[in-house]
């Protein structure tokens, strides 16, 4: 069971969580406002949509839960994007005939 000790990688996590939880919950409030006021469009990004969309039951999303969503968005495409790159330094230093072939198109360019 994780502990909650001061200066560990536990401990960060939980305070960038709460940093960015404030965050995106100002940015969503503030959408909200946009929305009802006419300033942003229901069709302007994910955000928008998240708010004007409802399920089966006529139920639209909570504040909370748009948030949560949009947390995992936000993480999710940088950890695909940071393994990708990882993926691509290893497999081009695993196999330096196709890193030949891409520096060499690379100064032709």
Do not use: W
């Not at 990688?9 to 929305?35: M, N």
């Not at 069709?43 to 969309?53: A, G």
């Not at 950890?79 to 060499?104: G, M, Q, R, S, W």
């Amino acid at each position: 069971m994780p502990i909650d000790f001061p200066e560990t990688p536990l401990r960060k996590a939980i305070v960038a969580s709460k940093s960015i939880k404030g965050e995106l919950t100002e940015i969503i409030k503030q959408r909200k406002t946009d929305l009802a006021v006419g300033m942003a469009f229901p069709i302007q990004d994910i955000l928008s949509h998240m708010f004007m969309t409802c399920d089966q039951d006529g139920t639209y999303m909570k504040e909370l839960d748009i948030n949560s969503k949009t947390k995992g968005l936000l993480i999710g495409g940088y950890e695909t994007a940071n393994d990708v790159c990882t993926l691509i330094v290893k497999f081009l230093a695993e196999l330096p005939h196709i890193y030949n072939a891409v520096y060499k198109r690379a100064n032709i360019m």
